[in-house]
T-cell receptor, first 112, second 114 residues
């Protein structure tokens, strides 16, 4: 089964509010995690990454939190904008050559 | 800098036909991979390559072949198309599997098998 999953398939937030998208992973050997954004009809785009030796990493309007104790990853988007509407995927790298394992995705909907 | 380029963007095949999905990257990346994306299933790894001349199977390789004769190109071949292969296919590349870095994705090929 999926080693990476998401708690909610759809998240609806008001424009200007903060969004939190969650992800659970099951492989304790995973050492690298990435959040991707996928807009309709496009390929996934890198948002932010975090290594297993970190708990938090911040980018422009985005923050990723990693809780290795409970194998949980979250993406926080500050002051969401209409352009943030997309499907968000978390992905983990277990360190081998067989690439990233993706979760099923969360569809973020921004309400005006 | 084009990044990862996939062709075609759309394709309709009849059951039993064969075709090749093209993927090229201009970033001199060692690692390339193919994923398929189905509703509710996320992205699943089909095949990957850690460098020219080296390929290996991913999670869902049946019905697909790949080759990596150059660093730039990583074509995916459907040997005998089946309706179960209707999906959106993404090619991705990254610097090296030995270094944790992001994967860059192409725009995808939407394939329908009838």
């Amino acid at each position: 089964g999926e080693s990476v999953g998401l708690h909610l398939p759809t998240l609806s937030v008001q424009e200007g509010d903060n969004s939190i998208i969650n992800c659970a992973y099951s492989n304790s050997a995973s050492d690298y995690f990435i959040w991707y954004k996928q807009e309709s009809g496009k390929g996934p785009q890198f948002i932010i990454d975090i290594r297993s030796n970190m708990d938090k990493r911040q980018g422009q309007r985005v923050t990723v939190l990693l809780n290795k104790t409970v194998k949980h990853l979250s993406l926080q988007i500050a002051a969401t904008q209409p352009g943030d509407s997309a499907v968000y995927f978390c992905a983990e790298n277990k360190g081998g050559a067989d690439g990233l394992t993706f979760g099923k995705g969360t569809h973020l909907i921004i309400q005006p | 800098n084009a990044g990862v380029t996939q062709t075609p963007k759309f394709q309709v095949l009849k059951t039993g036909q064969s075709m090749t999905l093209q993927c090229a990257q201009d970033m001199n990346h060692e690692y390339m991979s193919w994923y398929r994306q189905d509703p509710g299933m996320g992205l699943r790894l089909i095949h990957y390559s850690v460098g020219a001349g080296i390929t290996d199977q991913g999670e869902v390789p049946n019905g697909y072949n790949v080759s990596r004769s150059t660093t730039e190109d990583f074509p995916l071949r459907l040997l005998s198309a089946a309706p179960s292969q209707t999906s959106v296919y993404f090619c991705a590349s990254s610097y090296s599997y030995r270094v944790n870095t992001e994967a860059f994705f192409g725009q995808g090929t939407r394939l329908t098998v009838v």
